[in-house]
């Protein structure tokens, strides 16, 4: 579909507006075709730094004009294969538009460049008494981050990408820069242009500029945690907790295997049964008195006790389990892949959910622990495979589409969180069906020549 | 671009399918082109009552093949013109549609047709200890509520209409039924279809069918008035109240003139200076928390009481003068129309963009009472003339594009709830320049005939 030809000249018109902001040096093509999972790497054939939107704008122009692919590089930590160059073409790499253009301290704002990282803009905020809540476990860049429309732990409070962004600005296909909003707190404006490109994976446009949301540091932030019997106790505590509008900040569910994962691992003792990890935000009193409530519901669906603090070391303490998850799972099978799982289902289904695919993977003798954003009734299992072991990778494909089509049949979605990217093409058909026609036809005409991060979303 | 024979082929097709159920009355066509304000009324050519996405699917394949222009009714409370039959075609009453389909109390969230309205829904759920809370003032439905993406007083704590939907069901121009989303919390399941049709005026689908998001009903709500002496110290309050994250359910401004209005048509004795009118919602311990807070903040920009209460009667007496806002402004001159106008900045420049609005206002001889959902930072000034005064309404125009533009230049919109609808094509072009060409390549490629409530939205 692509051209090798248009390719290489768009290259070489590139190499003489950007001198050696371009190369070709296989290293760095490597890079910035690197995927967090198993996704085969499929490199660019050159990648560019960026230092403004005119040089996002410049370069689109150049490749429209000689349609050749355009992927988006922010730090490579998307799980979905997102920064995979399917058809080569080539990658940008945002990471030099890093720069905090304002912070509105009274409007509880800030304009950022796509390139700041969260830690990056929390610790510049770290003075000012407020931050950004979305927290996905990388250290991401935030315009991959709105690309992707990611949450993570505490969007059961603070919600996800889309409910913390007020304004993007865009490059389009054809050079334009657009703007998709205003700092106003709400708006009723024609369509929501911000809420479109939140999500759309680099396939529309490029993220230039974003004005998010901030919140105030909390007086008070309480953690604790508690054991369960089972998952479906557990899962119900959490039902209790949403419905009381308890606004917990964060409420993690580990399973039993991921908290004997966790024991080994870090060194730890819980008991290894299914675990929630709570964390409050609010004034002294407030979170005392969600964590009394906290406590009174869990009483009602365990024996164990619910520990809790506002100490902070005690607090990491406590959180260690969750902060470790990721290579506590790693170790249960040393020199493993891991293929990361993300559906979402309505919470009354999730007890369900989690049991019915934990004897899918007892059936298929597939090794997984989990961890859940319980809150959001989303959870990732995290299927591991020896990288040489081709009929484990196979079971573990099996599983995956039979776990998207559970949680679909649900109510639920076959991403939470990760996006569709390479990996979840044929599940978004099986989720919104004719809806993907829609979606296509605005594809169609901001792109007609597809050169936005083609092989993405679209089954081809 | 329409043509009346086409309008007129449609009509009789429907009429074999619909019979009794398709009106070409007067006064039923007048009745579907009922604006709540001064826009001059455009007739549908006929009305038909759909009883059911079927239904709305087939009258869209009709009007799709015949080129005739299709126009969504609920209750008819929008602002903008949005119901107004510009170029003619038929009018679809969505008010049968009105079933409540499921209440999923574990997952707080309900499935609804588009014509239930807001107090029915809440109206139904009052014993299951589960509201939902937009509330835009009048008894709208929930599909246009959606169709305008409005809000209201409480979306300081609850957000907007986008907030509050996770799916919708929508009947597209070529009659296929689609669905947006699923029962699941949240999702990175492609192109955010579910945002891109809440704001879009009906002009690109007609909803069918939404999933909408549920809140507990508060243990407590607590309800408190205070006056400041100016608007900035009122806004500054504001400020405050937000930065320090105490969680307001509803905070409002009257402005001294639109409290006069109140004392006059409600027998208040409120003083007649800018009034802050509070709620919040929580439990007891957390309200009085809330505040308290509130009441420390306010002592430092005004010498007047926070006055508060829980008590259900004493609380609706204190926010007498909010609920009464409408109506007395309309006694101040009787006879006059009024001309809602709804911009919304960043609260950083509320009290600077009230000032200058107030003055310009004075400048003109402009009689305008003013209201604020001042913790979005949006306000609505009402200015009122006599319906035979041509050059009352001719300033009143000028001083609306004036406010518009001020508003923009501020960082803010045109519209924070009201929409474009017929009245703001022109101030949508100045807040967001190339972007509307964008959101017109979507209507382009989603209506190709353009008879998805054609003359809105889009300069013609």
Not at 8 to 33: M, N, P, W, Y
Not at 39 to 52: E, G, I, K, T
Not at 228 to 252: L, Y
Request: contains cysteine.
């Amino acid at each position: 579909m692509f051209d090798k030809q248009n390719i290489s000249d768009a290259i070489s018109v590139l190499k003489q507006q950007f001198g050696e902001r371009l190369t070709e040096a296989t290293s760095v093509r490597q890079h910035h075709a690197q995927s967090t999972t198993r996704m085969a790497q499929q490199l660019p054939d050159a990648v560019v730094f960026a230092h403004s939107s005119q040089d996002v704008s410049d370069i689109l122009k150049i490749c429209n004009r000689h349609k050749c692919p355009v992927i988006a590089f922010g730090i490579g930590s998307s799980l979905e294969g997102h920064v995979n160059a399917a058809h080569g073409g080539i990658s940008i790499d945002m990471n030099n538009m890093n720069s905090i253009l304002q912070v509105n301290n009274e409007d509880l704002d800030a304009v950022i460049q796509p390139g700041v990282t969260r830690e990056q803009l929390n610790e510049y905020l770290r003075d000012s008494g407020l931050f950004f809540p979305i927290d996905p476990g990388a250290n991401a860049s935030l315009g991959g981050m709105a690309a992707t429309r990611a949450s993570g732990t505490n969007a059961v409070r603070y919600g996800t990408m889309k409910d913390n962004i007020l304004a993007l600005e865009v490059v389009m296909p054809d050079g334009r820069i657009i703007r998709t909003g205003t700092r106003a707190r709400k708006s009723s404006a024609g369509y929501d242009m911000t809420r479109l490109f939140i999500g759309s994976e680099g396939t529309l446009g490029i993220i230039t500029e974003l004005t998010v949301k901030l919140h105030g540091i909390p007086e008070k932030i309480a953690g604790g945690i508690c054991s369960f019997p089972t998952i479906k106790a557990a899962c119900d505590a959490v039902i209790s907790v949403i419905q009381f509008g308890i606004p917990v900040a964060r409420i993690e569910l580990l399973d039993a295997l991921q908290v004997k994962a966790c024991n080994g691992y870090s060194g730890l003792t819980l008991p290894e049964e299914p675990l929630l990890l709570i964390e409050f935000h609010g004034t002294e009193a407030s979170v005392a008195e969600q964590a009394e409530s906290f406590g009174d519901i869990a009483s009602e669906h365990t024996e164990s006790e619910f520990v809790w603090t506002t100490n902070t070391e005690e607090r990491s303490k406590l959180w260690k389990a969750r902060h470790d998850a990721y290579w506590a799972s790693m170790s249960l099978m040393p020199g493993a892949v891991s293929v990361s799982t993300d559906v979402c289902v309505p919470i009354s289904r999730l007890a369900e959910c989690v049991e019915l695919t934990r004897i899918d993977m007892e059936e298929h003798g597939i090794m997984s622990p989990m961890v859940g954003h319980v809150g959001d009734g989303n959870f990732h299992c995290l299927p591991l495979t020896m990288p040489d072991d081709d009929k484990m990778q196979q079971a573990i494909t099996d599983f995956s589409k039979r776990l998207s089509k559970r949680a679909i049949d649900m109510g639920g979605t076959c991403t939470g969180e990760h996006g569709i990217g390479q990996g979840k093409q044929a599940y978004l058909l099986d989720e919104l069906g004719d809806t993907v026609d829609f979606m296509r036809q605005i594809k169609t005409s901001f792109d007609p020549n597809n050169i936005m991060n083609p092989g993405k979303i679209f089954l081809s």
